[in-house]
């Protein structure tokens, strides 16, 4: 089994930045991807960012990229998400998951693990 455990994330104003963590424990992330999503109200489920368990290759939703940063330290088991330049509209619960072995990266339904999902709040 893996568990993911996040930290981080609360209330921000716009423009200012946050930082989550996600600690893996169990069987963890090795040859893995990890990735984050997030799920504003009333709305589906979004890719936000990947990156490889090499850390080598990293993916970003257009609507992110240049402003967040996913990191990796394979030693830790731990991934990160630094928001930079928030938007209101970036404003959701945030979750990292496991990807599993088949599947688009850019799928929630590639994923087998989550996390148990960490508010970031942007004000405007």
């Known amino acids: 089994q893996v568990q993911l455990v996040q930290s981080g994330g609360g209330l921000v104003q716009a423009g200012g930045s946050l930082s989550l963590s996600c600690a893996a424990s169990?069987?963890?992330?090795?040859?893995?991807?990890m990735a984050w999503f997030r799920q504003a109200p009333g709305k589906e489920r979004e890719f936000v960012c990947a990156?490889?368990?090499?850390?080598?290759?990293?993916n970003y939703a257009d609507s992110v990229k240049g402003r967040f940063t996913i990191s990796s330290d394979n030693a830790k088991n731990t991934v990160y998400l630094q928001m930079n330049s928030l938007k209101p509209e970036d404003t959701a619960v945030y979750y990292c998951a496991r990807k599993s072995i088949s599947g688009s990266r850019y799928a929630p339904t590639a994923y087998a693990y989550w996390g148990q999902g960490t508010q970031v709040t942007v004000s405007s």
């Open positions: 169990g069987r963890t992330f090795s040859n893995y991807d």
């Open positions: 990156i490889s368990w090499s850390g080598l290759s990293t």
